[in-house]
């Protein structure tokens, strides 16, 4: 036993008056064995958990990541421990020092400042994590719609993330006031350097809190047609209809004249124009026009269809057919259908579809 004891407490290094023993090897060998084992253990119910409460693949990552983490860090805890490391005395050890001149205290960084921000991220993440799961089951319970979704998202996200941010700093053992007084004078030039940029960011927040564009919305922007994939804090992703991304800033959401064709409601109105020669029997070219747009499969069936007789033009009788559709990003094709079978059922009916004439009178 005496010689247990003597080889345990045989010195390996000796650093100053740190000395590390052949105990504190066994020790940690033990600590990484017990969290290997914990770890598996872990992993193994929580398998159990997945399988009967069926969760998300994003929340399994999220359980998986917590745990790991909360056994990493007590992991390295106890390893400390079973150094024989003092825990106070490591935790104010001075990792370096900054001058800022003299008649100014010196800025220290020390190991309890990184320790201080590695805790603020993990709070963070475990709070993120809990109103995931908090907004989840609100959502499944209220049926909020997606683009609400996304908005309640982002704003939580965007206050818990800058308040995270500011709490790291602080961490850090920087003084917010003297931040914010040196801020606030370059805000000023930033502020002409950047105005549009500064817009957008607020553009931004205005659109995820009032709601007036939403995600999945179809929007129509200078002539362009797209679904809004996502509101970003500067710019929102457009995907239009030849599938490629618009980077849209979000001024132009707000301050711009722009179409939002889903606007709460399933169904759009459309309308193809046509014109027929005069003399042609209107009352059959109204019957025509409407059984064709009915006979489409995109179009719906309520509200009916209409015909109107617009104006007696300067070659033609102008008719607009108007129809309800859902599909709104494949309303060109819609419409190009309903042409092509306008035309094959007037050729059928000899209704002449004329092109415009002007009389040229030559004076002798």
């Known amino acids: ?149 996304y908005a309640i998202n982002q704003v939580l996200r965007y206050i818990i993330y800058t308040s995270a941010i500011l709490a790291a700093i602080q961490a850090l053992g920087f003084n917010l006031t003297l931040i914010w007084g040196g801020a606030a004078a370059l805000l000023v030039g930033f502020g002409l350097g950047l105005q549009q940029t500064f817009n957008d960011l607020i553009s931004g927040l205005l659109l995820l809190i009032e709601r007036t564009v939403e995600v999945g919305d179809t929007l129509d922007v200078d002539g362009e047609i797209g679904i809004v994939e996502r509101i970003g804090i500067r710019v929102s992703h457009v995907r239009n ?36 020669a005069y003399g042609s029997d209107t009352a059959l070219i109204k019957k025509l026009l409407l059984e064709i747009v009915n006979h489409h499969e995109k179009v719906e069936t309520y509200p009916t269809p209409f015909v109107l007789l617009e104006d007696f033009g300067a070659s033609s009788l102008d008719f607009k057919v108007f129809f309800w559709s859902k599909e709104l990003m494949k309303a060109e094709h819609i419409k190009s259908d309903i042409r092509f079978e306008i035309d094959r059922v007037f050729r059928e009916h000899k209704i002449e579809v004329p092109f415009p004439q002007r009389d040229v009178w030559i004076k002798k």
């Open 1 to 149: 036993m005496n010689k247990l004891q003597e080889f345990l407490q045989q010195i390996i290094l000796r650093v100053g008056e740190y000395e590390l023993t052949v105990l504190n090897l066994a020790l940690i060998g033990a600590i990484i064995i017990a969290v290997w084992l914990l770890r598996w253990a872990v992993n193994q119910g929580l398998r159990g958990v997945d399988e009967n409460f069926k969760i998300s693949k994003e929340n399994k990552r999220t359980i998986h990541r917590f745990f790991n983490t909360l056994i990493t860090v007590f992991s390295v805890l106890m390893i400390i421990r079973a150094l024989g490391l003092p825990l106070p005395q490591l935790l104010s050890f001075e990792v370096f020092t900054i001058n800022r001149g003299e008649g100014i205290k010196p800025f220290a960084f020390h190991v309890s400042n990184l320790v201080n921000v590695l805790i603020i991220y993990f709070f963070v993440r475990v709070i993120m994590w809990l109103l995931d799961q908090l907004l989840n089951s609100y959502y499944e319970r209220d049926k909020v719609d997606v683009g609400a979704q």
């Open 241 to 276: 209809r030849a599938d490629i991304i618009i980077l849209l800033p979000n001024s132009k959401l707000v301050t711009s004249k722009v179409i939002n064709w889903s606007s709460k409601r399933e169904n759009t109105r459309f309308d193809v124009a046509v014109g027929t």
